[in-house]
């Protein structure tokens, strides 16, 4: 954040399903380690249910990523939000192969339309979709 601003951008491409670039970096205040949430390129526009008025507009949280690499004009940012997954036997029903395998850990993934990766309309990430520095962290 610089000040009480705070650094906003945009997707210039996926890596991967997990690494997106930004198109801001150490010249616009970027740090490693800063966290950022992709949003909604199109604001949705609230309407008051009485009158039908536009309240307002919301951009929904696609996706929360922290920067892992900084770039004078550009930074990659990877998912980190993560789980574990049981071992032994109960991460599968095929019982024998599975009995002493270990639990691992499963990270979120970026959904996008880019090639040889899926799509998902409410959640995927495009480039041009807005990068904002995010102040709360999901758990």
Do not use: C
Request: net charge negative; glycine share 8%; hydrophobic share 35%.
């Amino acid at each position: 954040m610089i000040g009480d601003r705070k650094i906003e951008g945009k997707v210039a491409r996926v890596l991967n399903e997990r690494e997106l670039v930004v198109n801001r970096g150490a010249d616009h205040g970027v740090t490693e380690g800063m966290f950022l949430e992709v949003v909604d390129r199109d604001p949705e526009d609230i309407l008051d249910p009485e009158t039908g008025e536009v309240i307002g507009q919301v951009s929904p949280v696609k996706n929360y990523v922290k920067v892992t690499e900084v770039q004078a004009k550009m930074s990659v940012a990877a998912t980190y939000l993560s789980w574990k997954t049981a071992g032994g036997a109960l991460s599968s029903l095929s019982v024998l192969p599975n009995l002493f395998a270990p639990s691992r850990t499963e990270y979120d993934v970026i959904e996008t339309d880019e090639p040889s990766l899926g799509d998902d309309r409410d959640t995927t990430v495009h480039v041009g979709d807005v990068v904002r520095e995010s102040r709360d962290l999901p758990s």
